[in-house]
């Protein structure tokens, strides 16, 4: 015997009558609060916030330690990595010398060391390699190459676009590093082997270029090499794996260089080339030249500034939590654009945070930018007094030098772990990784970087959609094909929609609806009255962040659809801005406001008494599903004779228990025993 019982609800509490105004003032407001806590003085000189606070007793002495460690390793890197990219090495000590000065004053991270890095390199070397690189125009092209890259940093930064990088996944970043760490290194063959190779950014090139010229093989460089490599190898695996012996890591690019230039002193190999005259001095003013080229550079400047973003940002924010400190990532990449402006101007060619450097910083104890300012003293130092010296460093010395800081890029252990985890992420990285590899570094970039926004475009198109049921004994619905104990009402399909709705995901979201209502999952339980049809979908919104003018069409027609079938929409949860969207386009008043609930809970109650009326009975007329106004009156005509619950007694599941004396019940499973299965 079916009984009458009062359902009691929360009052849904969104206004919409003033959502334009209430929309608008409430970003303005926001904008204002966060214009009134924003220190400008600390905007635009971030190196203030360091200055302010600095504690000469504590942070002196580790960042004096770590600015002289890491401006040693800097010295012979910044050569290396000079002539990686095509260049005289005196332009990688141009390089780590004034972009560091500018970073420590526009830059927020106060660990990231800043300077030529060798995956930087690789690209100037791959864009200039249709010019002779012993020619004034290869090494002003580089230059121009940094203002440019400098221009697009600071654009984004200050435009705030530092987002747009998110879109590529971190499996096609790890693939792009390991394959271009393999043609880093075996472009540095060259000089181990002693004859000239090939300049590519394709393996197939160099490794035919290597076997063609086996014939000039020279075993001095080689040995020499190899020793060098293995001595750096060895350093660096202790410094890693022994805290008493960290200084180590730091040591290896040094070490190289000194016994390079002792062996080649005490013996004077013939056929070991050197390094040669690098003049001594500080870098003059002068402003980039070449400005025809700048149409064809522009490819490299969008791809530099990504590696920048992916590189110098990530590790700045994650040495920034390491220390306890915000960074404004936006802010760093503008940061990174005024040193690479400034550099341009003194002959220094595109730089970015350094992985390897930043770490030693980092380990050694570094506190704030002083530790970047020493660096620069110790390449200013370098410049002035040392650069004789320079004269009579092996080229394969500077080469193992390269080639033991890229060995650490080659991340197989991403790839195992990819192939166990994901194997949509191991196929993002396989296949970013053999297209650089074979068809060079634009390709690799853009195929990986094309298939990244692929796969999520095709999430994003196909987003995931549940049908949810309620958890025995609670309030609480979840999805039913994670909890097979979950039961459904006859008659009622809820369904939560998992992302926010727009014009590519509509198509779908209504063919999934449309199924849904044909064919709800049969794995869960049900309970209810025996009905030969669906007469209620309730959309669970808390999920749908944002939906826009398509998705609000989609809505409207579904709606229209389902009520040419005599079915009913219900709208549970949903966000302030999606209820204003709704709104505002007359989606809510086309549904009727009754049918917007604050919880699924609610909705499901509403739908069960329309679910139950509807069964034919000689002392129950039918009710017409439509009919809503009518309903609303006498659904607010019992709300009026109860009173109110407590949120947290409702959200508690408690509300079953709490019976009104002088009306009917509200049992926890809301139907008569007999419709229980």
């Known amino acids: 015997m079916r009984t009458n019982r009062t359902v009691k609800i929360i009052p849904f509490q969104h206004s919409y009558g003033d959502a334009d105004t209430t929309a608008s003032s409430s970003l303005l407001w926001r904008w204002r609060e966060k214009l009134e806590r924003m220190n400008w003085i600390e905007v635009l000189i971030p190196c203030s916030r360091w200055i302010r606070t600095y504690n000469w007793r504590e942070y002196l002495q580790p960042d004096v330690v770590s600015g002289v460690t890491v401006g040693i390793m800097l010295v012979p890197q910044s050569m290396s990595y000079a002539k990686l990219a095509g260049l005289q090495p005196i332009y990688g000590l141009y390089t780590g010398l004034v ?3 500018v970073y420590a004053v526009f830059g927020s991270s106060r660990q990231l060391a ?50 747009l990088i998110r879109f590529i996944s971190h499996s096609v970043i790890s693939g792009f590093t390991t394959a271009s760490a393999i043609v880093i290194a075996l472009s540095q063959a060259k000089y181990f082997l002693g004859y000239s190779v090939e300049r590519s950014s394709e393996i197939i090139p160099l490794v035919k270029s290597i076997i063609s010229g086996a014939d000039k093989f020279s075993w001095p460089p080689f040995v020499m090499g190899s020793t060098i490599l293995a001595i750096m190898l060895i350093m660096k695996h202790l410094g890693k794996t022994r805290k008493s012996l960290r200084f180590l890591r730091a040591a290896g690019p040094l070490t190289a260089v000194v016994l390079g230039t002792a062996f080649v002193k005490i013996f004077h190999p013939s056929s070991i080339s050197l390094v040669g005259n690098i003049p001594q001095g500080l870098p003059s003013f002068s402003i980039p030249k070449e400005f025809r080229h700048v149409k064809s550079l522009i490819p490299t400047t969008f ?22 400190y915000e960074l404004d990532s936006n802010q760093e990449l503008f940061g990174l654009g005024v040193a690479n402006i400034f550099g341009s101007f003194f002959s220094a060619y595109p730089a970015t945070g350094s992985f390897s450097r930043s770490a030693v910083n980092h380990e050694s104890g570094a506190k704030t930018g002083l530790s970047g300012i020493i660096m620069g003293i110790i390449i200013c130092s370098a410049l002035l007094f040392m650069t004789p010296l320079f004269e009579h460093i092996p080229q394969c010395a500077l080469a193992a030098i390269v080639i033991s800081a890229v060995i650490g890029l080659v991340d197989y252990e991403e790839a195992i772990f990819l192939w166990r985890v994901d194997k949509k992420d191991f196929f993002l990285w396989a296949i970013t990784a053999a297209t650089t590899l074979f068809f060079g570094i634009e390709i690799g970039v853009l195929v990986g970087v094309g298939f990244s926004l692929a796969f999520v475009i095709h999430e994003s198109a196909n987003p995931h959609i549940a049908v949810l049921g309620r958890l025995p004994g609670t309030t609480v619905y979840r999805n039913t094909q994670q909890y097979p104990e979950a039961y459904t009402y006859n008659g009622i399909v809820v369904v939560r929609i998992d992302a926010p709705i727009y014009f590519a995901n509509t198509s779908f979201i209504k063919d999934r609806l449309r199924e849904y209502e044909i064919a709800v999952d049969q794995c869960s339980s049900r309970r209810g009255p025996e009905v030969g049809r669906i007469s209620f979908v309730i959309l669970e919104m808390a999920p749908v962040t944002y939906v826009d003018s398509s998705a609000v069409q989609a809505l409207k027609e579904l709606y229209q659809e389902y009520k040419s079938r005599n079915i009913q929409i219900a709208i549970a949860n ?63 005509e ?40």
């Open 99 to 101: 972009p560091i000065f």
């Open 114 to 163: 800043v300077g030529p890095v060798a995956l930087v390199s690789l690209l100037v070397s791959n864009v200039l390699g249709n010019f002779d690189s012993s020619g004034e125009l290869y090494t002003e092209l580089a230059i121009l190459l940094s203002l440019m890259v400098g221009i697009l940093e600071c654009t984004m930064g200050l435009l705030r676009l530092g987002w």
């Open 303 to 324: 791809l530099i500034t990504g590696v920048a973003i992916l590189e110098s940002v990530g590790i700045a924010k994650a040495l920034a939590a390491k220390n306890g």
């Open 574 to 636: 949903p966000n302030r801005d999606i209820f204003v969207t709704l709104s505002k386009s007359g989606f809510i008043d086309l549904v009727g406001k009754e049918w917007c609930f604050v919880r699924v809970h609610d909705a499901v109650q509403v739908c069960l008494q329309y679910v139950q009326t509807s069964i034919p009975s000689p002392k129950t007329p039918q009710i017409s599903l439509h009919n809503s106004t009518s309903f609303s009156e006498r659904l607010n």
């Open 638 to 677: 019992r709300l009026n004779r109860k009173e109110e619950l407590s949120a947290s007694e409702m959200e508690a599941g408690e509300r079953e228990r709490l019976i009104s004396t002088d009306a009917d019940p509200i049992t926890q499973p809301l139907l008569g025993r007999k419709y229980h299965k």
